[in-house]
């Protein structure tokens, strides 16, 4: 895969995921534009790409600070006279803290660096993106689900797949995809650091092993990123389909009923027995989705059987008795996810 002569940003560029996919643009063509507030990283960086004779660019900048995002991405714009896509990689982790004694220094540091800092680069980027351009963000599995002690980093990881969501959705008339990984366990300097603190050896076993029972690397999360870069991956953006099939379920099965029930309320066993079912019931609609081609067809019974939902909600709403509605709200669950896997 080619990237030939394009010009492409990358913040965090010199270390880890984002040195790591900058090498990778260059060995295939591409020039590299490398932001990273790491001085001495930089230099090494510097260094790499002055060796192998690759057009390049270099630069200290710190991206919570949008008057240096802006002068970065302007001096990118007057080097090479195009951008044709952006890696928004920088990031810290922050220390491990619960929610009860998290600082506001700190929080604001965190959300500064990662969120607010990936909205500056990417307001900048799209302005001078040409169409049929390119951009990744890199959030973390954090970002799908929260983690114990760094609630602010799980908190940033979660708004950077909301804002590029919403990027995808406004620049996909120009044809510029908006897409956001989110990497496992990576070893990175990062990986490294947060280890070193803990004194976690570096042989110590997973609390939650993944399929393949080890850490992933750079490179390998740097293949992922030049796909989505380049024309191969022309008709892929972020979408959001799934997830609202999710978030219906959810929301019926944890808040249908009035507050001023509470005698026919279920229990808060019983709710997380009912989203537990849901949930299993989701996971299941998703592979089948995936695995399916017929979307047609799922498209239409999946809005009748929502309507069927909608109803229920609402009779609930209106104080009808929970009796004999959770068996319907079941079967209707279990409707959707028999259709799914029969149709596709």
């Given at each position: 895969?080619?990237?030939?002569?394009?010009?492409?940003?990358?913040?965090?560029?010199?270390?880890?995921?984002?040195?790591?996919?900058?090498?990778?643009?260059?060995?295939?063509?591409?020039?590299?534009?490398?932001?990273?507030?790491?001085?001495?990283?930089?230099?090494?960086?510097?260094?790499?790409?002055?060796?192998?004779?690759?057009?390049?660019?270099?630069?200290?900048?710190?991206?919570?600070?949008?008057?240096?995002?802006?002068?970065?991405?302007?001096?990118?714009?007057?080097?090479?006279?195009?951008?044709?896509?952006?890696?928004?990689?920088?990031?810290?982790?922050?220390?491990?803290?619960?929610?009860?004694?998290?600082?506001?220094?700190?929080?604001?540091?965190?959300?500064?660096?990662?969120?607010?800092?990936?909205?500056?680069?990417?307001?900048?980027?799209?302005?001078?993106?040409?169409?049929?351009?390119?951009?990744?963000?890199?959030?973390?599995?954090?970002?799908?689900?929260?983690?114990?002690?760094?609630?602010?980093?799980?908190?940033?990881?979660?708004?950077?797949?909301?804002?590029?969501?919403?990027?995808?959705?406004?620049?996909?008339?120009?044809?510029?995809?908006?897409?956001?990984?989110?990497?496992?366990?990576?070893?990175?300097?990062?990986?490294?650091?947060?280890?070193?603190?803990?004194?976690?050896?570096?042989?110590?076993?997973?609390?939650?092993?993944?399929?393949?029972?080890?850490?992933g690397k750079s490179q390998e999360v740097a293949n992922v990123i030049a796909f989505l870069l380049g024309p191969e991956s022309a008709f892929t953006a972020v979408e959001?389909?799934?997830?609202?099939?999710?978030?219906?379920?959810?929301?019926?099965?944890?808040?249908?009923?009035?507050?001023?029930?509470?005698?026919?309320?279920?229990?808060?066993?019983?709710h997380a027995q009912r989203s537990s079912e849901s949930h299993n019931i989701y996971e299941n609609l998703v592979e089948s989705i995936i695995a399916g081609k017929k979307?047609?067809?799922?498209?239409?019974?999946?809005?009748?059987?929502e309507k069927q939902i909608d109803v229920l909600q609402a009779q609930l709403r209106e104080g009808e008795d929970w009796k004999g509605k959770d068996q319907q709200l079941?079967?209707?669950?279990?409707?959707?996810?028999?259709?799914?896997?029969?149709?596709?």
């Amino acid at each position: 895969m080619s990237l030939q002569d394009r010009v492409y940003g990358i913040t965090g560029g010199a270390s880890g995921i984002g040195l790591a996919t900058a090498q990778l643009i260059s060995e295939r063509g591409g020039i590299v534009c490398i932001g990273d507030v790491d001085s001495v990283m930089l230099k090494e960086a510097e260094r790499i790409f002055t060796s192998r004779g690759v057009r390049f660019s270099a630069t200290q900048m710190d991206v919570s600070d949008k008057t240096q995002v802006e002068s970065w991405v302007a001096g990118i714009m007057e080097a090479f006279g195009r951008l044709d896509g952006a890696v928004n990689a920088a990031g810290i982790f922050g220390k491990a803290c619960a929610v009860s004694e998290l600082g506001d220094e700190e929080w604001h540091r965190i959300i500064a660096v990662n969120l607010t800092g990936c909205m500056y680069c990417m307001r900048a980027e799209l302005k001078h993106i040409s169409s049929g351009g390119s951009i990744v963000n890199l959030t973390s599995i954090h970002g799908t689900k929260g983690m114990a002690r760094h609630a602010a980093y799980g908190a940033s990881k979660h708004g950077i797949i909301a804002l590029t969501e919403a990027a995808a959705k406004e620049n996909g008339d120009r044809e510029i995809r908006v897409n956001a990984i989110a990497p496992g366990a990576i070893y990175t300097p990062m990986m490294q650091k947060i280890w070193d603190e803990s004194n976690r050896p570096m042989d110590a076993p997973f609390d939650n092993p993944t399929a393949f029972q080890r850490q992933g690397k750079s490179q390998e999360v740097a293949n992922v990123i030049a796909f989505l870069l380049g024309p191969e991956s022309a008709f892929t953006a972020v979408e959001s389909k799934v997830a609202d099939v999710r978030n219906r379920i959810t929301d019926m099965s944890l808040s249908s009923l009035p507050y001023n029930q509470p005698t026919r309320s279920p229990t808060v066993t019983q709710h997380a027995q009912r989203s537990s079912e849901s949930h299993n019931i989701y996971e299941n609609l998703v592979e089948s989705i995936i695995a399916g081609k017929k979307k047609k067809e799922w498209n239409q019974e999946k809005a009748m059987l929502e309507k069927q939902i909608d109803v229920l909600q609402a009779q609930l709403r209106e104080g009808e008795d929970w009796k004999g509605k959770d068996q319907q709200l079941t079967e209707i669950l279990e409707g959707m996810a028999t259709t799914a896997r029969n149709s596709f």
